[in-house]
């Protein structure tokens, strides 16, 4: 069987013939309505109680007569994932863990900010990951499957359930759910189809129309997605770096072999969507005595001097097994000092949601990373 088959999403019809309309594009829900002979201003009717108003059931989708709406719940359902877990923090931060049709499961952050009424929702984009890189626990975690555009969007239509914001605030009234992180399980490139296709519904100015400034996309680095996904989405950049070094990034971060440091640099530069307005984060993880010395610190801000970037310093959040180390605060700090001295940004991140998430590695540094992108995407 052809490997993307293999992983792919549960099919969007029901075992009881019912197809799920959440992610089909526009054009693809106007043939389903033409499908079952309805005009084709219904499926714009129907986009916008999905997306706009957030409504599941048909029976509460009053701009159409009844008999309309009982064929509609006939032959379609508006899906959401069933929520397992909703947990909040004592900070404020709600972990989700979503479980779709075929009992696959993932999870889901929202990290609110601690000033302003506003947030972050950190979303998985797959199932486990096919990428090994070694401080991270979903790397230890076989990719299961890709998420399917429905899932995607489903996670954060579910959050939005949790929160009871619907419908979709327009323009610039705020939102508690304002930005979108595609920093989850998985790597959103090597499922790319189905995370744009989600972004385009997310982005969708007559449903809950977020603007591609507020979703940052985050990759261990696949090059030529890179540049997909920059002319294609527009979406903010953030790149898993970890690593100045060649050598120590082949081990960090496998994919490094196929698309080396260089190359990846390369694909930064011509990344579109980069701005000083929209800054390229990337994300080093701090390790101690591996990629936290003076001389690595020098060689990052050489490696991007010219970009419009920061740099996010995370401590590495261990996990069972997990074979490293946090680096001590004054390896960071000193980190931190070189970065700031070459003229960019280089926060630390403090964890979020530790109560909760306690038990979940990978999620507490999801939470952090969130935070961040949250913070500069506003
Ligand atoms: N696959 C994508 C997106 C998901 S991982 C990517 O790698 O970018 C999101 C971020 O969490 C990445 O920067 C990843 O390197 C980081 N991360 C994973 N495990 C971590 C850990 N144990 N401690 C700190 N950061 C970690
Ligand atoms: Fe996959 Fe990202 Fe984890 Fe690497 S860091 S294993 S790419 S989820």
């Not at 993307?4 to 549960?10: C, M, R, S």
């Not at 939470?367 to 992108?373: G, I, S």
């Amino acid at each position: 069987m052809a490997k993307a088959a293999l992983f792919a999403p549960p099919p969007a019809r029901l075992a009881d013939g019912r197809r799920d309309l959440v992610g089909l594009t526009r054009e693809e829900l106007a043939a389903e309505v033409a499908g079952i002979g309805e005009a084709p201003f219904r499926a714009k009717q129907i986009w916008h109680w999905i997306y706009h108003q957030g409504e599941t059931d048909f029976a509460r989708m009053t701009t159409m007569a009844k008999p309309m709406r009982d064929k509609l719940a006939e032959n379609f359902v508006v899906g959401r994932p069933e929520t397992v877990v909703a947990q909040t923090s004592t900070d404020e931060t709600r972990k989700f863990l979503f479980r779709f049709r075929d009992g696959q499961e993932a999870e889901t952050v929202y990290i609110p900010d601690p000033e302003e009424d506003r947030g972050a929702v950190c979303l998985s984009s797959q199932v486990g990951c096919t990428l090994s890189c070694t401080f991270c626990h979903t790397g230890t975690q076989r990719l299961m499957r890709n998420l399917g555009a429905a899932e995607i969007v489903g996670q954060f239509m579910a959050a939005r359930d949790s929160y009871g914001e619907w419908p979709s605030p327009k323009g610039e009234t705020p939102r508690l759910l304002s930005t979108i992180v595609l920093m989850g399980m998985g790597e959103p490139l090597y499922n790319y189809d189905n995370v744009a296709r989600a972004m385009r519904i997310v982005m969708d100015g007559e449903g809950i129309a977020l603007s591609r400034r507020r979703i940052t996309l985050s990759t261990s680095g696949v090059v030529p997605m890179m540049d997909r996904a920059g002319t294609e989405l527009g979406v903010n950049l953030a790149v898993s770096l970890h690593a100045v070094r060649d050598e120590l990034r082949d081990e960090l971060v496998p994919l490094n072999r196929k698309y080396p440091i260089a190359e990846l640099i390369a694909a930064c530069r011509r990344y579109p969507a980069a701005s000083n307005a929209r800054r390229i984060t990337f994300e080093y993880v701090m390790l101690k005595g591996v990629n936290d010395s003076e001389a690595d610190a020098r060689l990052l801000v050489e490696l991007i001097a010219g970009l419009p970037a920061k740099v996010n310093l995370i401590p590495f959040n261990p996990w069972p097994g997990s074979a490293y180390e946090t680096s001590t605060p004054t390896a960071i700090r000193r980190f931190a000092a070189i970065v700031m001295d070459a003229g960019y940004a280089a926060p630390v991140r403090t964890p979020r949601g530790q109560d909760i998430l306690a038990a979940c590695g990978q999620l507490k540094t999801e939470t952090v990373l969130a935070r961040h992108a949250q913070k500069t995407s506003g």
